[in-house]
């Protein structure tokens, strides 16, 4: 986790840096093309609206920081939602049922213009990297009925906890002066999963294996092959780690000045 620490504080470095950046206090020698890679206004907030569509607010600060180069920061919160259709699994010895879920999201991101369409905006192709760091929480029903033993019904506060990092292709599409659309088409990340779970009662090893066979018939329809396993923490904690490939995808409005 310390390298994620050192990239997020050199991103708050980047972002909230007094300094204005220009040709002139950097090199006075500078042509005037080399001066039209500094955008003239360096700042644009973001509202992605896909997250509206899943029950999440998602804000994003932008800064130009040098040349083509930017760097953002992120916040996400989830007010509500449902575990989706795709992450459910038809199992019929073991049924697990999630109440709303509620958390936040913190990404900061560095990106490069590759060719910009206006000299005063952040905008045109971009290429970038980022984090995405995550805390999701629900409480959780898993009711456990085998056809030859007795059935047993176990609830708790579970807590999922995501490390990533990832690659962003995007446009950013100027519209007028100050407002620009952000299309991030492709942003494919490797995802550091934690889940942590604080149950009522004690899961017999038979439970156990029924939900990590549940788990794994969901992960199953993105991965090959993989092991989910569930562990216990104390007597009344269960904790798993898992590690998984994911996607960022999404529509910004933007205001820049």
Same mark, same amino acid.
């Given at each position: ?141 898993? *009711? %456990?009925?085998?056809?030859?033993? $007795? /059935?047993?019904?176990?609830?708790? !506060? #579970?807590? @999922? ?51 990590? *066979? %549940?788990?794994?018939?969901?992960? $199953? /329809?993105?991965?090959?092959?993989? !092991? #989910?396993? @569930? ?27």
């Amino acid at each position: 986790m310390k390298r994620y620490s050192y990239l997020v504080l050199l991103t708050l470095a980047l972002v909230f840096n007094p300094l204005k950046f220009s040709g002139q206090n950097l090199n006075s020698g500078r042509n005037a093309s080399e001066s039209k890679t500094y955008f003239n206004k360096k700042n644009v907030v973001k509202l992605n609206t896909v997250g509206l569509a899943f029950s999440n607010l998602s804000f994003f600060y932008e800064r130009n920081v040098l040349g083509r180069f930017s760097a953002s920061l992120g916040f996400g919160y989830k007010y509500k939602g449902q575990n989706l259709k795709i992450f459910q699994s038809d199992d019929k010895i073991v049924k697990i049922d999630m109440g709303a879920i509620h958390g936040i999201t913190f990404a900061p991101e560095f990106r490069y213009y590759l060719q910009n369409c206006d000299n005063s905006l952040p905008s045109g192709f971009y290429i970038g990297i980022y984090l995405r760091f995550m805390k999701y929480n629900t409480d959780v029903v898993m *009711d %456990y009925n085998p056809p030859d033993d $007795e /059935r047993s019904i176990v609830s708790g !506060d #579970f807590t @999922l906890r995501e490390s990533g990092y990832g690659l962003a292709l995007g446009y950013q599409l100027p519209v007028t002066h100050n407002f620009l659309i952000d299309f991030q088409f492709f942003g494919p990340r490797y995802s550091f999963m934690s889940l942590t779970g604080d149950i009522n009662a004690d899961i017999t090893d038979e439970f156990k294996g029924a939900i990590e *066979d %549940y788990v794994n018939t969901v992960l $199953e /329809r993105f991965l090959d092959n993989y !092991d #989910f396993e @569930l562990k216990y923490k104390d007597s009344d904690t269960v904790q798993a780690k898992f590690k998984i490939p994911n996607f960022r995808f999404g529509v910004s409005i933007c205001y820049a000045f």
